[in-house]
């Protein structure tokens, strides 16, 4: 071995020390490569010899079943999960009680004196409340010993606007308009309550999406254009009459009704009217009985109305529903929304007063430019401005429909609250043991900042962010 080798040999393999000794063949000062005697008895081992050697091999996969898996776990129950979706907690019993804390009187809602105070809803209002399902999940109800509200300017200008409409016959027709989490569908719950407590029969619609979206049963009317929703007619008679049961009780017809599942004769209570509803094919014929009786003229003890609906945007444009010729329906040929957008419009009157409140939604809403429009041109002649929004002329997204009920509504856009609401309701706050700060002044004008200038919903994801997860 050479010198070079020799030395390198610590440092650095050499190239011919690389090669394994079976593949090295010296000769001619070249390297060559020759099968070993394990590749030469595998080429020699094949049937077929030397014609085989080319052919492609073919690929076998062994056919094996999957085991089925067996679930440990039970599955829901039909319903189950929309019933835990929508399931509400109104009380914690491990918040504080609030000390001096009272409960709503009637005229508590249209008192000036009260803005920025907290008051507790009242046990029976609570019940009829959640009967007409004017809770919502996304609101934080369940972190507080009992369900109270914040009287806010805005509570106190619509609650007096009902009680002088209740007193002189006269309906009001507002729509409810505001950005994200500004508190509408809480205000829709104050109006209702007041109505509650001034002994007014209350009809609500909780999500309008369910009457627009198809999720629903529906069906044509003889000899009319309109398509009715039997089985949700039904469910809203049957939370009408739950939560409306202490006033209903002391009414009776006035009026004979013919085409009722059984005879209802005169005088007799309101109650037996809409017991005849039990199943969902009579559901219509009973609620048109129904409305019939509560807007009799010239009849001693009949109440005002309040019809209210959550998420407007949703009845005004073309629904999900298909006629039999596969044409999509507009909203306002279903019979209860048109019933509703009747109303709003003041197509119909009630004769003993009430009012008719609609509620945007941002949280899952359509587009509606008629709807937006019309709410723009409203606000503007509400503030004597010069100019008002007209319609964009290149755009075919208009419904007239939609402006024909939006014609002459009044609107009520809700925005933060004040400072001396925001300070009312950090105090409840701290007084329930929920927010471990003190109040000042430093600390209201920070939370007031930090949520947008007093936006309901900032402030509660600025203050208790970690008590709602």
């Known amino acids: 071995m050479s010198a070079s080798n020799c030395l390198r040999c610590l440092v650095r393999p050499s190239a011919v020390a690389l090669v394994p000794r079976q593949m090295l063949q010296v000769g001619g000062g070249s390297l060559t490569f020759t099968a070993t005697a394990a590749t030469k008895g595998a080429s020699t081992a094949n049937t077929g010899g030397r014609q085989n050697a080319n052919r492609p091999q073919k690929l076998r996969f062994k056919k ?14 039909p319903g189950e999960r929309k019933a835990y979706r929508k399931k509400i907690v109104l009380s914690n019993n491990n918040a504080l009680p609030v000390p001096g804390l009272e409960n709503l009187r009637p005229n508590d809602l249209s008192k000036p004196e009260n803005v920025g105070t907290v ?39 619509l609650t007096k606007k009902m009680k002088a409409a209740g007193a002189d016959g006269k309906t ?14 809480l205000l829709l719950l104050q109006a209702m309550t007041h109505a509650f407590m001034n002994d007014w029969v209350v009809l609500h619609i909780p999500e309008a999406q369910e009457l627009t979206t198809a999720v629903t049963e529906y069906a044509p009317i003889e000899n009319s254009p ?20 202490k006033v209903l009780s002391r009414m009776n017809t006035v009026y004979s009704h013919a085409d009722l599942p059984q005879i209802i004769p005169v005088n007799s209570p309101l109650m037996q009217l809409i017991n005849s509803a039990k199943e969902a094919d009579g559901a219509w014929t009973v609620f048109q009985a129904l409305w019939r009786e509560l807007n009799a003229e010239n009849v001693p ?20 529903y298909r006629n039999p010729a596969f044409e999509l329906i507009h909203s306002h040929d279903l019979a209860l929304v048109k019933l509703f957008t009747d109303c709003l419009s003041g197509a119909h009157v009630m004769p003993n007063g009430g009012a008719v409140l609609g509620a945007t939604t941002r949280g899952n809403s359509p587009r509606s430019a008629s709807m937006e429009l019309a709410i723009a041109q409203r606000e503007a002649e509400k503030a004597g401005e010069e100019t008002v929004p007209q319609r964009d002329p290149y755009s075919k997204k208009y419904d007239d429909r939609v402006e024909a009920v939006m014609k002459s509504v009044e609107i009520l856009r809700l925005k933060g609250v004040s400072k001396v609401e925001a300070r009312g309701l950090l105090e409840y706050w701290a007084a329930s043991g929920m927010l471990k700060k003190r109040v ?7 939370k007031w900042t930090l949520s947008g200038n007093g936006v309901v919903g900032e402030m509660e994801r600025a203050s208790l962010l970690t008590m709602k997860a």
């Open 64 to 77: 094996t079943k999957k085991k089925n898996v067996v679930s440990s776990g039970k599955p829901p129950l």
């Open 119 to 157: 008051k507790a809803l009242p046990e029976d209002v609570v019940d009829a409340l959640r009967a007409m399902e004017a809770f919502k999940p996304t609101q934080c109800w369940g972190i507080f010993r009992q369900p109270s509200v914040l009287i806010r300017q805005e509570t106190v200008d």
């Open 172 to 185: 009001v027709r507002m729509v409810i308009e505001g950005n994200r989490i500004t508190g509408k569908s």
């Open 226 to 245: 309109l398509w009715t929703q039997p089985t949700y007619t039904l469910k809203l008679l049957q939370a009408f009459k739950r939560a409306n049961e």
């Open 301 to 320: 003890g009949r109440p005002p109305i309040l019809f209210s609906l959550d998420g407007l945007a949703h009845i005004m444009k073309v629904s999900d």
């Open 440 to 446: 000042d002044e430093s600390m209201v004008s920070e």
